[in-house]
T-cell receptor, first 114, second 113 residues
């Protein structure tokens, strides 16, 4: 079964540092997403990406965050000047359509900011 | 503000029992509804979509009441492997910030042998 892959699985970074989380979406998917889940909290939508540009973003996705699709396969989330409250599991997802029943999530990247 | 509310549980039920979860959502413009399953420290995985007419997938039955903005999930003949957190998820109508899924915090289910 095709899957969304994410790297790293776990990263520890010092407050103020920049972090890049990487994702390889499923190859024939057109829509790409980042979600985050703070420990013990709900999964929250950050951003969606389609046709090489941001399609939608939530209020969480402020100037500290950026996304990029540098080549035909990778989809990255950059977090600048990390804060303690950025510690969370970050899930990448991809889908063939905007319909919710076609979304597949990666296993997540656990970010710990110290 | 879009909200999806669930009883966090935990629900402790014996193997073989039937268990039901409920969920309410605040945005009447919500268009699509789902139940996801999330195991500890794992990614959410789609369990089933929820349709207005109600739908069944094996031991799982989902119901939607649009008038009451209420969604339910019924699990029959529960198995040990059903132990997980069940996430109620809604998607808004297209456009206007609707790309993302809105998740509830989840209901934790523990099936006991």
């Amino acid at each position: 079964e095709p899957e969304v892959t994410q790297t790293p699985s776990h990263q520890v970074t010092q407050m103020g540092q920049e972090v890049i989380l990487r994702c390889v979406p499923i190859s024939n998917h057109l829509y790409f997403y980042w979600y985050r889940q703070i420990l013990g909290q709900k999964v929250e939508f950050l951003v969606s990406f389609y046709n090489n540009e941001i399609s939608e973003k939530s209020e969480i996705f402020d100037d500290q965050f950026s996304v990029e699709r540098p080549d035909g396969s990778n989809f990255t989330l950059k977090i600048r000047s990390t804060k303690l409250e950025d510690s969370a599991m970050y899930f990448c997802a991809s889908s063939t359509t905007k319909a919710g029943n076609t979304i597949y999530f990666g296993e997540g990247s656990w970010l710990t900011v110290v | 503000r879009k909200e999806v509310e669930q009883d966090p549980g935990p629900f402790n039920v014996p193997e073989g029992a039937t268990v039901a979860f409920n969920c309410t959502y605040s945005n009447s413009a919500s268009q699509s509804f789902f139940w996801y399953r999330q195991d500890c420290r794992k990614e959410p995985k789609l369990l089933m979509s929820v349709y207005s007419s109600g739908n069944e997938d094996g031991r799982f039955t989902a119901q939607l009441n649009r008038a009451s903005q209420y969604i339910s999930l019924l699990i029959r003949d529960s198995k040990l492997s059903d132990s997980a957190t069940y996430l109620c998820v809604v998607k808004e109508i297209s456009g206007g910030g609707a790309d993302g899924l809105t998740f509830g915090k989840g209901t934790h289910l523990i099936i006991q042998p």
